[in-house]
């Protein structure tokens, strides 16, 4: 399974956007980047998700970089209600859909 | 509300019986995903079914098993449950089998081993 890499915690204050890297410089041409969030107490929830091109949904946008070996999560004014843990997840199109879950990044929003 | 459920919400037992974990897809979705979530592995997938058939299969032990109806609805079976089974376990469904395809989860089942 491709690997990414994420920084373990990050901090944020609300109303302000925060931005959440992912390296993956094993990717494969294929894979497709995803990001699922999981708030406390409750199952993991789907966040974005995109191949090369940047992606906006309503909950947030994602940056790929060029060479695709890296992505950005980016939540445009933080909530409470975002603090999270967030995980940055490769797709594996042989193996059927599953998703290979590390250890993620903490998000803490201060008030 | 994902649109995922799953029964029950709390699960005790003992070392060496075996349990019977359900999850009901979203309907129209078509592939069935179980994960484990312990503390000190993280959120692992265990297996997949797609349409009724076995899909792709994870660090799942022979211990359990699984299986999806013809109602796409699937059971997860723990037996000889240890101490080390006690964890939360999440099923996820989506429309297909793709790489693109967006996974649901439901609430998890808590099960406790004492």
């Known amino acids: 399974d491709a690997k990414t890499t994420q920084p373990n915690s990050m901090e944020s204050n609300e109303e302000e956007p925060v931005h959440l890297p992912c390296n993956h410089s094993?990717?494969?041409?294929?894979?497709?980047i995803h990001w699922y969030r999981q708030l406390p107490s409750q199952g993991p929830e789907y966040v974005i998700h995109g191949l090369t091109s940047n992606v906006n949904n309503r909950m947030a946008s994602l940056a790929i970089a060029e060479d695709r070996k890296s992505s950005t999560l980016i939540l445009h004014r933080a909530t409470l209600r975002d603090a999270a843990v967030y995980y940055c997840i490769l797709g594996d199109m042989e193996y059927g859909n599953k998703l290979v879950f590390g250890a993620g990044t903490i998000l803490r929003v201060k008030s | 509300d994902s649109g995922v459920t799953q029964t029950p919400k709390h699960l005790i037992t003992a070392t060496g019986q075996r349990v019977t974990l359900r999850c009901s897809p979203r309907?129209?979705?078509?592939?069935v995903y179980w994960y484990q979530q312990s503390l000190d592995q993280g959120l692992q997938f265990l297996i997949q079914y797609y349409n009724g058939e076995e899909r792709a299969k994870g660090n799942i032990l022979e211990r359990f098993s699984a299986q999806q109806f013809p109602d796409l609805h699937s059971e997860l079976n723990l037996s000889s449950l240890e101490l080390g089974d006690s964890a939360l376990y999440f099923c996820a469904s989506s429309v297909g089998d793709r790489d693109n395809n967006e996974q649901f989860f439901g609430p998890g089942t808590r099960l406790t081993v004492l």
């Open positions: 309907s129209g979705d078509l592939s």
């Open positions: 094993t990717i494969s041409g294929t894979d497709y």
